[in-house]
């Protein structure tokens, strides 16, 4: 496997899977939001993909600035979960995106304690195992599931 930047090439990769995510996140695949902060990602040079096998098997959007960054979108191929690809985007992440900006924070939202996908994806065991902590509730997602932001510190001051 492999992380890289991603690139338009890596388009259909991202709606493969975000398709195997829509039953957590809404819709997406037939969304011209989502196509657009997809795009718009891989041109700002803040979108990465783990490609194994010719496939991508993750993707990530990732944004934010000095202080305060955020995942917005993190998805890992159902076939590929378990085997280290999220962590090797996050590492990837931090080390293109966060490290040598000075200490700070990663912020994600993730699914609620009660939303059935906190279980099923695993997602609030594996920000917790990256040493994130979790912190307020955020905004319900779009098919009306609980959501709560997952922080992390990084960096050190002076850095």
Do not use: K, N
Not at 61 to 88: C, I, M, N, P
Not at 115 to 143: I, K, M, N, Q
């Amino acid at each position: 496997m492999i992380v890289r930047l991603a690139g338009e090439r890596d388009f259909g990769g991202f709606l493969r899977l975000a398709a195997g995510a829509e039953q957590w996140f809404g819709a997406m695949v037939d969304e011209p939001g989502f196509h657009e902060a997809v795009r718009e990602h891989i041109r700002g040079g803040v979108a990465l993909v783990a490609v194994s096998g010719g496939s991508v098997v993750g993707g990530l959007l990732f944004g934010g600035e000095a202080s305060v960054f955020r995942v917005h979108w993190l998805v890992v191929a159902e076939d590929a979960r378990g085997q280290g690809v999220g962590r090797a985007l996050m590492a990837e992440a931090e080390r293109r995106f966060v490290r040598g900006r000075g200490a700070g924070c990663v912020e994600v939202v993730t699914f609620g304690v009660d939303h059935p996908g906190a279980v099923a994806s695993g997602a609030r065991v594996f920000y917790e195992r990256l040493g994130f902590s979790p912190a307020e509730a955020a905004p319900a997602g779009p098919e009306g599931g609980s959501r709560q932001v997952f922080r992390r510190v990084v960096g050190e001051p002076g850095e």
